[in-house]
């Protein structure tokens, strides 16, 4: 048996994650399950098969960060995106157990060793700290915004969706029977849905009214909350298909479908009209 030189082994790894970049590029998007507005009108989006993020830019999508297949590497398993007042991205995995900063360089920093569990939405406060919904330890937790220990923000049965308002707010979106609670700066909670309306909800947001925006993947809709109101569908059925991830983008909401390998656009006000991102 002939084994290949060191210098050959090398060179081979040296031009696999090119190749993996290339063929992921001229395939698309396998799916992507969050989205979030960057600066400069740059979207970023987390796409669970690449796995990695995928950054576009005027319409032009390119591999931001690709991850490894191999389990247990950084964004293995990445399930969320969010941006700091400074525009800084953030990314939450589940193959990590971890919550990672990318820095100039393009590379995820971790930032809890190892101290969340399943990561499914992010936030963060006008004060920059950054609110972790946590699937698998049912919890909301709090991330020093320099990394370090989570802090237990508050206990809530399987959360999929987290928010913060214009108050700071932390709104939080789960499966119970309660599906839409809200903490004051307090930590007092309200329940603001308080009867099970969605038939399998994933990720929200809130707009700078105080109105809340739930992507339903089963009911394949986009579900408003107004404010002081009851939920109703926005939009629903074709082309959306299994809406995931949602962000606000100025004055449109950006809603990924993994199953569409795609996101759309929706205004927030006039016609309800959806826009896919990606030709």
């Known amino acids: 048996m002939i084994f290949p030189s060191p210098m050959a082994l090398i060179f081979l790894f040296a031009i696999q994650i090119p190749i993996c970049a290339t063929t992921c590029l001229a395939e698309g998007m396998e799916y992507p399950i969050g989205v979030v507005a960057g600066p400069y009108g740059r979207l970023f989006v987390a796409d669970r098969n690449l796995p990695g993020i995928w950054k576009i830019d005027q319409g032009n999508p390119s591999i931001y960060f690709q991850g490894s297949k191999k389990f247990r590497t950084p964004l293995n398993a990445v399930r969320c995106v969010a941006v700091d007042a400074k525009g800084v991205l953030y990314a939450g995995d589940s193959a990590t157990r971890e919550v990672y900063r990318?820095?100039?360089?393009?590379?995820?920093?971790?930032?809890t060793s190892g101290g969340i569990g399943i990561?499914?939405?992010?936030?963060?406060?006008?004060?920059?700290?950054?609110?972790?919904?946590d699937l698998e330890l049912h919890c909301v937790y709090q991330v020093p915004s320099g990394g370090g220990t989570p802090t237990e923000y508050a206990k809530v049965p399987a959360p999929r969706g987290i928010a913060v308002d214009a108050q700071d707010r932390v709104w939080v979106l789960s499966s119970s029977k309660q599906p839409v609670i809200r903490f004051d700066e307090n930590r007092k909670s309200e329940v603001i849905v308080g009867e099970p309306v969605f038939e399998f909800a994933n990720q929200m947001v809130v707009d700078s009214k105080g109105n809340a925006y739930v992507c339903d993947g089963y009911a394949n809709a986009v579900w408003k909350i107004p404010s002081g109101g009851k939920p109703e569908k926005m939009v629903s059925g074709d082309p959306l298909n299994n809406p995931v991830g949602i962000a606000i983008d100025q004055d449109r909401l950006l809603i990924a479908d993994p199953r569409q390998k795609n996101v759309f656009s929706l205004p927030l006000e006039g016609e309800k009209t959806l826009q896919a991102v990606l030709k």
Do not use: R, T, W, Y
């Open 102 to 111: 990318f820095d100039e360089s393009g590379q995820p920093q971790p930032l």
């Open 119 to 133: 990561p499914m939405a992010m936030a963060f406060d006008s004060k920059g700290n950054l609110f972790v919904a």
